[in-house]
């Protein structure tokens, strides 16, 4: 449904006229909490999680990549 929904808009409103396929789906839980805040925690010396960015992981995923980044580092 959603998909179909999105082709639609693709042939009708993006690309009106061009029959593009879409070349792979995705489909996952997105990581909310109760905070809007993400969690970048260092779990051992090697290994650090950075996850619960809220639906904005594109918007600040390299931010948040560098303070986990530093944390590896540190």
């Given at each position: 449904m959603i998909q179909n929904a999105l082709l639609?808009?693709?042939?009708?409103?993006?690309?009106?006229?061009q029959n593009i396929p879409a070349e792979a789906w995705w489909s996952g839980i997105p990581g909310l909490g109760e905070r809007n805040v993400p969690?970048?925690?260092?779990?051992?010396p090697n290994l650090v999680?950075?996850?619960?960015?809220?639906?904005?992981g594109v918007a600040i995923g390299t931010l948040v990549g560098e303070e986990a980044a530093e944390l590896l580092i540190d």
């Open positions: 639609q808009l693709l042939n009708e409103v993006i690309l009106p006229g969690i970048i925690q260092k779990l051992n999680v950075a996850v619960r960015m809220g639906g904005m």
